[in-house]
């Protein structure tokens, strides 16, 4: 098991990517500690898992990124791995830069900045102390592609990847290392609830794999950069997303073209 005996944090980890973060790194022999506001279903789901327990942390209340991070080195005794996978976006709300509203951009970016700020600064002092550790915050490809829309969360997003460089160099002499890991377009509820079919399948022409990547497969990619597989690794940006954004802007018209003939 490639997490045997390590203590793992992990926010926002009830559903989607970080439910599924939280039950790949149980698997892989963690003592994991599910971060999250609803701790009633937090709990419910920790029953259901072997080596898994909940800890509190109300995004919308910086102090909780404290809390949560010295609630978890006094139950565990230390903290090895940090996974910030909080991130929020309205993106009814969150348009694009000349109609999205000024308190609405930056009360998202300082939401999601901060959530990795604030959990970070604090689990690498128990981290420095206790010889090194991993911070692996969740990303995403918006951070590195420009879109039409969503411009507090993509800018968030870019800040972060930024950020996770930054901690990788200023911490490194302490042995902790700092990645991030970009999904592309998951299935996940969230995806589900807001993207429409037809944007869906729109979005999916420019994934050359062409597909929504599993929730599990962001997980497997996480549990890389906890483990001592990836002890040589740090300030890295992984993009997991079935290769969007590689291809030329044309290729998902090019690619309907040759499927149609």
Sequence with gaps: ??????????????????????????????????????????????????????????????????????????????????????????????????????????????????????????????????????????????????DISQVAYGTSKAAINYLTKLIAVQEAKHQIRCNAVLPGMTATEAVEKHLSDDFRNLFMRHIPLGRMGQPEEIAEAVCYFASDASAYTTGQILTVSGGFGLATPLYGDLALKAKER
């Design 1 to 146: 098991m490639r997490l045997k005996d390590k203590v793992v944090l992990i926010t926002a980890s009830t559903r989607g990517i970080g439910l599924a973060i939280v039950k790949k790194c149980a698997e892989e022999g963690a003592l994991v500690y599910m971060a999250a506001r609803d701790m009633e279903r937090a709990q419910e789901i920790a029953s259901t898992l072997h080596s898994v327990k909940c800890v509190y942390n109300d995004a919308t209340k910086p102090e909780t990124f404290t809390s949560m991070v010295e609630d978890v080195a006094r139950d565990a005794g230390h903290i090895d791995v940090l996974v910030n996978n909080f991130g929020t976006s309205n993106p009814g709300k969150d348009l694009d830069f000349a109609n999205t509203d000024p308190q609405i951009f930056l009360d998202t970016v300082n939401l999601n900045l901060r959530s990795v700020f604030l959990a970070s600064q604090a689990a690498a002092k128990h981290m420095a102390k206790n010889g090194g550790g991993s911070i692996i915050n969740i990303s995403s490809v918006g951070g590195l592609v420009p």
